[in-house]
T-cell receptor, first 118, second 115 residues
Framework: GAGVSQSPRYKVAKRGQDVALRCDPISGHVSLFWYQQALGQGPEFLTYFQNEAQLDKSGLPSDRFFAERPEGSVSTLKIQRTQQEDSAVYLC????????????????FGPGTRLLVL | AQSVTQPDIHITVSEGASLELRCNYSYGATPYLFWYVQSPGQGLQLLLKYFSGDTLVQGIKGFEAEFKRSQSSFNLRKPSVHWSDAAEYFCAVGVSNFGNEKLTFGTGTRLTIIP
């Protein structure tokens, strides 16, 4: 079946521009995550959705970052007034929910959007 | 706070040789541990995961990992590497928060395979 897809795959923005990155999770997956991967680093958690509810946004680096998932499927990560330090690969992951206190389901990652801010 | 350390930034191995990638974690509760592989331009693919039980975990592509609580380690091994194993490998710990398991990753180990 189809995996997690992200668009665009590459985005070049001038400093100060707003950008919107899209994530299409695997159909039926309850959980959706956004991660930021800087060059030469491991991914870092940004935010988490359970259906349409954003339950954890502790990793968003500033109030310029905003994420939404209004219908509990597609998600958009928006970055306002982009800065050079925002240049990174933005990864989206989704997983089903296994219920219980801890989720043991695998997170499936998309190919990422590579953002370059000039 | 939780953290993951991958002490080897880059490892070079001959094709057919054995491989061990090191991972140490710090987490106050019961750790959920993962190894992911990332090829250029690709997303992260799960190799294996550990939640509880048998400390030796088998994964895809012939990889295995052993959880050692006393050493806070979760090292990845493969008895004989193939050229197609060249990639970036990430160890991660799952951190339970609001019912989700957000992942904290190490900085990765880049694996190069030589003929």
């Amino acid at each position: 079946g189809a995996g997690v897809s992200q668009s665009p795959r590459y985005k070049v923005a001038k400093r100060g521009q707003d950008v919107a990155l899209r994530c299409d999770p695997i159909s039926g997956h309850v959980s959706l995550f956004w991660y930021q991967q800087a060059l030469g680093q491991g991914p870092e958690f940004l935010t988490y959705f359970q259906n349409e509810a954003q339950l954890d946004k502790s990793g968003l680096p500033s109030d310029r970052f905003f994420a939404e998932r209004p219908e509990g499927s597609v998600s958009t990560l928006k970055i306002q007034r982009t800065q050079q330090e925002d240049s990174a690969v933005y990864l989206c992951a989704s997983s089903p929910s296994s219920g219980g206190k801890r989720n043991k389901e695998t997170q499936y990652f998309g190919p990422g959007t590579r953002l370059l801010v000039l | 706070a939780q953290s993951v350390t991958q002490p080897d930034i880059h490892i070079t191995v001959s094709e057919g040789a054995s491989l061990e990638l090191r991972c140490n974690y710090s987490y106050g509760a019961t750790p959920y541990l993962f190894w992911y592989v990332q090829s250029p331009g690709q997303g992260l693919q799960l190799l294996l995961k550990y939640f509880s039980g048998d400390t030796l975990v088998q994964g895809i592509k012939g990889f295995e990992a052993e959880f050692k609580r006393s050493q806070s380690s979760f090292n990845l091994r493969k008895p004989s590497v193939h050229w197609s194993d060249a990639a970036e490998y990430f160890c991660a710990v799952g951190v339970s928060n609001f019912g989700n398991e957000k992942l904290t990753f190490g900085t990765g180990t880049r694996l190069t395979i030589i003929p």
